[in-house]
């Protein structure tokens, strides 16, 4: 589905996370608990709902992932389906921070309508039901260690259209994986 797709590639994609070495957000390696206000999106992804609470103009069906978990060096398939209740246009926005552990490494803006040609889309989103799959690549130069983003996302009036959260914990890297990076 176009909005979640969206925000998830703006996590995945922006070049802002990718400098980070944080090409997705997703993993299920540690079950995390949630947060209160946090709902997990149906599908097994380890992507949540935050602010659940509030009411949002994007209600996720379900979003996979392949792999699940998300591995170092390969692409990751993210397959999305949800319903937008209103149109999204030119001057959407989201907010996004990302974490690595306890240290902040990104609180940026993001325009909506320029990250979403990231998955071959363009402002405006019409409201609807959407279905739609992307593919990234996880670099393999990924630091071991727990990164948690957070993706608010609001209309250009200030609407809320949603909140996703989700956590990676990626495992210390093996002597061949580091081995292949110096090469």
Not at 74 to 99: F, H, M, P, R, W
Request: aromatic residues 8%; contains cysteine.
């Amino acid at each position: 589905m176009v909005s979640a797709v969206n925000l998830v590639s703006v996590l995945a994609l922006s070049s802002t996370a990718l400098s980070f070495g944080l090409p997705s957000i997703f993993s299920n390696n540690y079950p995390l608990p949630k947060k209160p206000g946090e709902k997990p999106v149906p599908g097994g992804s380890p992507i949540s709902i935050c602010d659940s609470s509030e009411s949002q103009l994007l209600t996720l069906e379900s979003v996979v992932l392949s792999p699940n978990p998300p591995e170092r060096g390969q692409n990751l398939t993210i397959s999305a389906i949800g319903t937008l209740s209103e149109t999204i246009k030119e001057g959407a926005y989201v907010d996004v921070d990302v974490t690595y552990g306890y240290i902040k490494l990104v609180h940026q803006t993001f325009d909506l309508c320029e990250e979403i040609q990231n998955v071959d889309m363009t402002c405006p989103i019409e409201s609807g039901k959407y279905t739609l799959t992307k593919q990234v690549e996880i670099p393999k130069e990924v630091p071991p260690g727990k990164y948690t983003v957070y993706a608010r996302a609001y209309t250009n009036e200030d609407e809320f259209i949603t909140c996703l959260t989700a956590t990676v914990e990626f495992p210390p890297m093996g002597l061949g994986e580091i081995i292949d990076i110096l090469i």
